[in-house]
């Protein structure tokens, strides 16, 4: 159980940094200079160090920088050989601080790192708050998870879940209250996994300071692994993940990241580079006996494809046909695999579709859900009641022919929809990601507010637009406007004159298009007494 020594209101610090010295003695000066250098300055933090079995060149200089800041750091020494776990957990009881971060003596902070993420945690109060890293190190977690900073985010619906090493600003009191610590039992390697996997669960809020890089880490966060030890971790943590939430789509999310990362790195190339055929086969069985007991249709659905086809294999125990899967996925010179559309689903033809003797179901291989659109929006006018719109949309992964695209005026409110057709324009230019042609993406529509399917015109609301983007029998749905050429102004909102209203004989109606928060377009619709003659808010065809 972790225990704390009381802590007096004046010495209350806001953050509190642990480092784990642990044979860092060749960058454990870096890392204190990095600490002194922080803008949110010494009064405001303490460093407790704890060292669990370095050389003598790492203690004689952490002593002598505790000698020169006795106000600042604090050191305790563990027995040599002790679990990193028990080692962080004496630090942990030892925190002042409101927030605590753990660090090893290999990383360094930017110097107003700890000011940005404490006042991060403090503005939008998290309980956890993750800073852009500037070097992964060898760390596996996603890049577009720092792409932008986050006030809150849904451990659920984000790639958070991918990154769970120790180096992130956790809330004290929330480490206190939940009885939080890092685990001693855990298997090698995942007592950070465990503690940071814990506080995710338990934090009411989540946020990513990613404006600039915070971290600079130094070694790996997880050493070089065998294929057993990452099947053992997965295990660990699959059965830590089970004991935290029940049985949902909550719980399969978090599930399919250590099946994808070390379940699935641990049955992969790295499965085929062992040494032994009873190595690879005393691997496959315990990954299967580990899938067999944690593996759900909900986290399995969740998974890559190609990986999702490998251990459907492997749980069935069909070993030949799993490494004839692992030979295709690290084949980089295959194609790309074929798309199969059929009643309104598209299947990847990975290897084993539709294949008699593995029997695996054509779930396994519907792409339908997964299917990305590629848009943007070139072009809007104005001709009278007629909003022109021109741009192009397509599916990433298939082609562009049995176009039936439309666009949509869908009532924010009441859901009232309304269609409109598109017109085609070729373009052979036009290519996806892959640089494959989509010369019939592009598309031009006239929206005319003043006339729709029941002959009357748009009615007073908010109407977002949308397109309906089809293709082959596919059809998907997505906003415009977020996603525009430099050439599109969509800064002018001023009104524009529909016609007379329909309802009233001293109104009129006009249009306003407006951008939301997402840089979605949306217009408004409503009713007015006709300005005097001459106004500019009242002519019909104004160019934006």
Known sequence: ???????????????????????????????????????????????????????????????????????????????????????RNWALGMASGRYVIFLEGSDRLHSDALERLVDAADKHEADVVLGKPESLAGSSTPATLYRRSRTHTDLYNSRVYWSLSADKLFRT???????????????????????????YVAADNISVVADAPCLITGHPRTPAQTPMERVDLADYMMRLVSSLLPPGTQRDYLLSRHIEVELGTATGALLAEAKSRDERERVSWAARDVLNTHLTPGALALLPKPLAVRLALLSSGRFTEMDRMITYE????????????????????????????????????????????SQQLTGIRWAGSILGLDGFAFFEQLSTRDRATKVILRERGSGAEERFSVTARRDETLVNSKGKPRAMGRY???VNLRQTSNGWPVPPGIWDIYLSVSFEGITKEVRVGRECSQDVDLTSRAPVRIGPSPRSAQHELVATLFCTENGDLSIEMAERLPLPSGSKSSVEEPVL
Not at 22 to 50: N, P, W, Y
């Open 1 to 87: 159980m972790l225990t704390s020594q009381p802590v007096h209101p004046a010495d209350l610090r806001d953050v509190t940094v642990v480092v784990r010295v642990s044979d860092h003695a060749t960058t454990i000066g870096a890392c204190f200079d990095s600490l002194l250098a922080q803008s949110i300055g010494k009064d405001r933090m303490e460093v407790v160090v704890v060292d669990d079995g370095s050389s003598d060149n790492g203690p004689s200089l952490v002593t002598r920088i505790a000698n020169k800041h006795p106000a600042l750091v604090r050191t305790g020494r563990q027995p040599i050989g002790v679990r990193p776990a028990a080692a």
């Open 173 to 199: 009191d929330l480490l206190r209250r939940r009885a939080l610590e890092f685990p001693l039992e855990a298997v090698a390697n995942a007592d950070d996994m465990a503690f940071t996997a814990m506080a």
């Open 330 to 373: 690290t084949d980089k010179d295959r194609p790309a695999p074929r798309k199969t559309v059929e009643n309104g689903r598209v299947f990847t033809t990975l290897p084993f579709f539709r294949d008699p003797e593995t029997a695996l179901p054509d779930d396994l291989f519907d792409i339908t859900d997964r299917m990305t659109v």
């Open 444 to 446: 031009s529509a006239r």
